[in-house]
């Protein structure tokens, strides 16, 4: 059974459509099609539900894509090995994000690993900390970069850290402080990440032992920020998300300290492979420069 099919039937399922996974794999609409035909035919069953917004995989799909994609990384980590024994540098790397990371930290790391490894591919999947626990899990990316917490089957090999502040707008009574304590927060409305992505925020407040008073559960950081500008509310924010933060916030560190672990989170059984392990190494090596320089 050619894995080209197993290949065009993870495309079509995780772009939902035919035609972009034809693109992305180089391939007319038609050969995706026929592919999945015949797939679909070995099995025995459908594999797709076709509408007219794009494709979804059928309940027997679903129950299918674990396997699928272990034979698709599996056969990519084969190529990877056979490359490193004939001393050539190739390989793709799938990696997960945040979208500040993808915007202040990542870029760097990409552009100058590429410039020395022209042969790895890296290719980013940008989301909240949810999405990227969840793609772990299916193995639809192979690390993340992201903070704790991580799901427990899963490796984490902390970079950096980054401090949380609270994010007040111009003219709030407490922006005259130079510290404040998360209690002094509560007094005011909070605008939070949609639940399930406000990890950084629950970290004071379990460590506070506090319950907030939420006004807004948006999704983005950008979202927050511009509701806060505007007098909405107040926020615990990371300083790493905060650098392009628009006009009329005031930040003020907080009391105690409170700050989230970025790192790397990656399954515990991929050591070995060679393109995983030339990005660790220059990670290491640009996050000890990076250090340096502060």
Known sequence: MSIKKYR???????????????????????????????????????????????????????????????????????????????????????????FSLSIHFLPSIVAEFTEMHPGVELQLFVGEHGEICQWLHQGKIDLAFMSLPVPEEFSFIPLF??????????????????????????EYPFILQQQGSDEDANRVFEGEKLTPKVRFRVRGDEAIQSMIAKGLGVSLVPELVLSRRPEGLVLRPLEPEYHRVLGIALPSNSEGAPALNKLLDFVYEYCGRESKKQ
Do not use: W
């Open 8 to 98: 065009a039937l993870l495309e079509t399922i995780e772009s939902g459509s035919l035609t972009r996974a034809a693109e992305r794999l180089n391939y007319t609409q038609p050969g995706i099609s026929h592919m999945i035909l015949s797939l679909e035919d070995e099995f025995g069953f459908p594999l797709l539900i076709r509408g007219k917004n794009g494709v979804t995989p059928t309940a027997e799909a679903e129950k299918l894509l674990g396997y699928v994609r272990q034979i698709v990384n599996g056969e990519q980590k084969l190529m990877e090995e056979v490359g490193r024994i004939h001393g050539a540098d190739v390989g793709t790397l799938r990696i997960g994000c945040f």
């Open 161 to 186: 850290d980054d401090p949380i502040y609270a994010v007040l707008p111009e003219g709030h009574p407490l922006a005259d402080n130079e510290r404040i304590r998360p209690q002094k927060l509560l």
